[in-house]
């Protein structure tokens, strides 16, 4: 039994909009530069679930953020990620039909995640696993074989898709069959060869 996983960001969604990012600065007053600094530098920790979210908006802002500050950010965050790859999210739809085994697993925290599962692309996706409630981030080792681990799958039967060349060399380490996401058109013709 093969299982296709998919990431989230950057391949079943498009990448987070630069005017979105600016928004969420504008929303709360903050420098557009430093706000998308911090974000991403602190992003992984997030990811990881070692910072909550008022933690994580703290840092991200420099100050406290109020907790009227944080709902709106948090809000604002699972909306920028919101934005279907459409030729991604087709094909999805198509191995889903076909009855093939499809999972997620993607970097996002606790908040992401609950506000993703409630996108219809990804509600079809029956096994989601999201690295804010595994306390595990890619392109760690651990979240692979906690990934292989629940799907009681044998590594090999695997093939994991994402846009970050060292997630996937991270799975590949695991056993996993990488395949770097580039565009949908791409990894149609990689998932005809590799399965």
Same mark, same amino acid.
């Given at each position: ?20 990012? %600016? ?5 709360? %007053?903050?420098?557009? $530069? %430093? ?9 992984? &920790?997030?990811?990881?679930?070692? =910072? ?16 009227? &500050? ?7 965050? !699972? ?6 790859? $459409?030729?991604? !999210?087709?094909?999805?739809? &198509? #191995? @889903? ?21 409630? =996108?219809?692309?990804?509600? &079809? ?11 595990? !981030?890619?392109? %760690?080792?651990? @979240?692979?074989?906690? #990934? !292989? ?8 039967? @695997? +093939?994991? @898709?994402?846009?970050? $060349? $060292?997630? +996937? ?6 056993? #996993? ?13 990689? #998932?005809?060869?590799?399965?």
């Amino acid at each position: 039994m093969t299982w296709i996983v998919f990431d989230y960001g950057g391949v079943l969604s498009l990448p987070q909009p630069e005017s979105d990012a %600016d928004a969420m600065a504008r929303a709360v %007053d903050a420098d557009p $530069e %430093d706000f998308k600094r911090n974000y991403w530098e602190h992003r992984l &920790e997030f990811d990881r679930a070692s =910072l909550s979210p008022p933690a994580y908006w703290s840092a991200v802002l420099g100050r406290p953020a109020t907790q009227t &500050e944080v709902a709106r950010l948090v809000a604002m965050d !699972v909306a920028s990620w919101a934005y279907p790859n $459409e030729g991604t !999210v087709a094909l999805l739809g &198509e #191995l @889903i039909a076909a009855g093939r085994n499809v999972a997620l697993l993607s970097n996002a925290p606790v908040c992401v995640g609950d506000g993703l599962d409630q =996108l219809p692309w990804i509600a &079809e996706i029956a096994q989601r696993f999201y690295s804010g409630r595994m306390g595990l !981030v890619k392109p %760690d080792r651990e @979240i692979y074989d906690e #990934l !292989v681990r629940a799907l009681d799958a044998d590594p090999s039967k @695997i +093939v994991f @898709i994402d846009d970050r $060349e $060292e997630n +996937v060399a991270g799975a590949e380490r695991a056993g #996993l069959t990488g395949v770097h996401f580039t565009d949908a058109a791409t990894l149609r013709g990689a #998932l005809s060869a590799a399965l």
